[in-house]
């Protein structure tokens, strides 16, 4: 079993859903981070938490730590949030351990 | 931007050669990780250095080598280059603790012929 899993691996959704990608893991973190990767292959760090919620523009964090379940949602969705999202454990403050992604793609 | 970068983009080269993959991290930061993303195992912690020590090892192969210099950049040496070493390659960098967010440089596309 993989330290960490993700849910669904492929999400297509209309523009101005709202999207909820999900992540469970199963050792001990010090923080994890949501990433996203565009087609291009560039990663862009989202977000770190190690508790609660976090909120940047449509994106929402939210981690709970004695269950080991993050989630990640988008509101309002466009096509430009079509990527890759993925979960990444914080190990010992040095190794990230990585989720296989989550593909997104949101139609107009 | 990030404000990690990465040289070179793209990297062509034939089986059994050497090549030397650079990272600068961002002004102030002391870590630098190194992450190998391939088609078939994802994305991998290959090797972090921390002010020039290394600090924690992954899944780096003995043909894999890397150094962080005084001036805090970081170059990943790859020898011996098998087809399947083809892979992205990232570097990140975090600030002085070792829980501090990593930041992504822009990658670099290693295909061996």
């Known amino acids: 079993k993989n330290e960490v899993e993700q849910s669904p691996q492929n999400l297509t959704a209309q523009e101005g859903e709202f999207i909820t990608i999900n992540c469970s893991y199963s050792v001990g973190i010090s923080a994890l981070h949501w990433l996203q990767q565009h087609p291009g292959g560039g990663i862009v760090s989202l977000f770190m938490?190690?508790?609660g919620k976090k909120k940047h523009g449509r994106l929402i964090a939210t981690i709970n730590i004695q269950e080991k379940h993050s989630s990640l949602h988008i509101t309002a969705s466009h096509p430009r949030d079509s990527a890759v999202y993925i979960c990444?454990?914080?190990?010992?403050?040095?190794?990230?351990?990585f989720g296989e992604g989550t593909q997104l793609t949101v139609n107009p | 931007d990030s404000g990690v970068t990465q040289t070179p983009k793209h990297l062509i080269t034939a089986t059994g050669q050497r090549v030397t993959l650079r990272c600068s991290p961002r002004s102030g930061d002391l870590s630098v990780y190194w992450y190998q993303q391939s088609l078939d195992q994802g994305l991998q912690f290959l090797i972090q250095y921390y002010n020039g020590e290394e600090r924690a090892k992954g899944n780096i192969l003995e043909r894999f080598s890397a150094q962080q210099f005084p001036d805090l950049h970081s170059e990943l040496n790859l020898s011996s280059l098998e087809l399947g070493d083809s892979a992205l390659y990232f570097c990140?960098?975090?600030?002085?603790?070792?829980?501090?967010?990593?930041?992504f440089g822009p990658g670099t596309r290693l295909t061996v012929l």
């Open positions: 990140a960098s975090a600030g002085t603790s070792t829980n501090n967010e990593q930041f």
């Open positions: 938490l190690s508790s």
């Open positions: 990444a454990l914080l190990e010992g403050g040095s190794r990230l351990t």
